[in-house]
C-alpha cells in the first residue's frame, strides 16, 4: 500500500488471517465443545460444498476455520448481519458463518473473476443461502441472473460503486495541449496494457508524438519492459510504478484522456475517477463499462482485443482540441454525479441492510 488512507484503514481493520494460532485453536474447540450440533453440521455442509464446487480441500478447510474465528467475533460483538465483497473466498466465509452462528449474510459481486468460474465457486449455493446479493452494474445482475435459481432473482439488487467528494466536488483542470494519455491499473493480461503499446507503437511509426503514462504496478511489468524496449518505446511511455491517490489523480489531470482496453472487467472505479476530473475516457465493449462510457459522447469505446480500432480511438483524443475534450469530459462527470455518488448508493445498501436486519443504518 503507497495511499496513507488505505494505510490508515488497514490499522482499523482486524484480519482474520493474522489471528494467532493458538487463539485460533482455542476458538475451534470452544466451537466444538459448545455449539457442536452447528459446528459438526456445517463442517460437513463444508465438505460437500468442496466435493461439489471447490474441489480444493485445503482452502475449503482453511475457509471453514476462518468462519469460525468470524462467528465468534460476530457474535462477541453482537452482530446482526455480515456483508461482503466479491462472490470467491469471502462470501464462502460467510456463507459457513450463518451456518455456524445463525448470522444473515449478503455480499457484492464486482467481477470479473466470479463470472469467469461461477460453478467452481458455487456462485449459485452462496447466492441461495443469502439475504441479498449486490451487482455493481446492470451487466453484473445479468451475469448473477444466469447463474441464479430464477426464484432468487429478485434479492438480486444493483448499488454502484461510488465516489466521494473529494472527486464529485473536484474542479477539473483545463485540457492540456501536449499529446498525453494516461492509463492506470494493475499490469496485467486483463487490463490490455500490452495491447496498448502495440497502439502506441503503431501510432509512433506512423508519425504520431505522444506520451502514454502507464500508472501501476503488477505481474506483466517486466514483459512491458521487453516490449518498450523491443520496439524503441522509451520516449513515448513511462511506467510511474504505484502511486498514491493523490499522484494517480495528478496523473489523470495531466492527461487529456484516460485509456484502459480491459479484456474483462467488472465497471472500472478508476473511469469513474477519470471522469470526475473531467478527462474523457477510452475503453472497451466489455462488462458494464458502455453502461457509463457512450461512445463519442463522453469518450470512445473499441472492440476489445483490436488494436486497430484502439489506435483510431487514439488518434481522435490526440488530434481533439482542449475544448472539444473539455466538453466530453464534462459529460463523463455529469454521468458521475449523477449514478456514482457514494451517498447515494451508501443509502441504497443501507436500505438493503435495514431491510433484514431490522435496524436503520
Known sequence: ???????AEAKLTKFIVKTPVTELLAIVIKQMLLNSA????????????????????????????????????????????????????????????????????SFTVHGPEEFDKPETIGL??????????????????????RWADFSDWEKIHIVHCGLDAGFLDYAPLPVPSESRLVCVGRLCEQKGQLLLLKAVSQLVAE?????????????????????????????????????????????????????????AEGLPVVIMEAFALGRPVISSYVAGIPELVNDNVNGWLVPAGSVDDLVVAMRSAIIASPESLAMMGERGRQSVIQQHSINTEAKKLSKLFSNFTGQVI
Open 1 to 7: 500500500m503507497v495511499d496513507e488512507a488505505d494505510k
Open 38 to 105: 452447528q459446528f459438526f453440521k456445517t463442517f460437513f455442509f463444508a465438505m460437500a460444498f468442496n466435493f461439489q464446487y471447490e474441489k480444493n480441500l485445503k482452502k475449503t478447510l482453511i475457509c471453514f476455520f476462518e468462519a469460525c474465528t468470524l462467528s465468534e467475533w460476530a457474535k462477541n460483538k453482537e452482530v446482526k448481519h455480515i456483508h461482503a465483497h466479491f462472490g470467491t473466498n469471502s462470501s464462502t466465509i460467510v456463507m459457513f458463518t450463518k451456518r455456524l452462528a445463525g448470522i444473515g449474510y
Open 124 to 145: 449459485n449455493q452462496k447466492i441461495r443461502e443469502s439475504c441479498f446479493v449486490v451487482a455493481i452494474s446492470s451487466y453484473g445482475r445479468s451475469q448473477l441472473n
Open 207 to 263: 508519425g504520431t508524438e505522444l506520451k502514454l503514462v502507464l500508472v501501476g504496478d503488477g505481474p506483466m511489468r517486466e514483459q512491458l519492459e521487453i516490449f518498450i524496449a523491443e520496439h524503441h518505446l522509451k520516449e513515448s511511455v513511462e511506467l510511474t510504478g504505484s502511486l498514491n491517490g493523490e499522484q494517480v489523480r495528478e496523473q489523470i489531470s495531466l492527461a487529456r484522456a484516460f485509456v484502459m482496453p480491459s479484456f
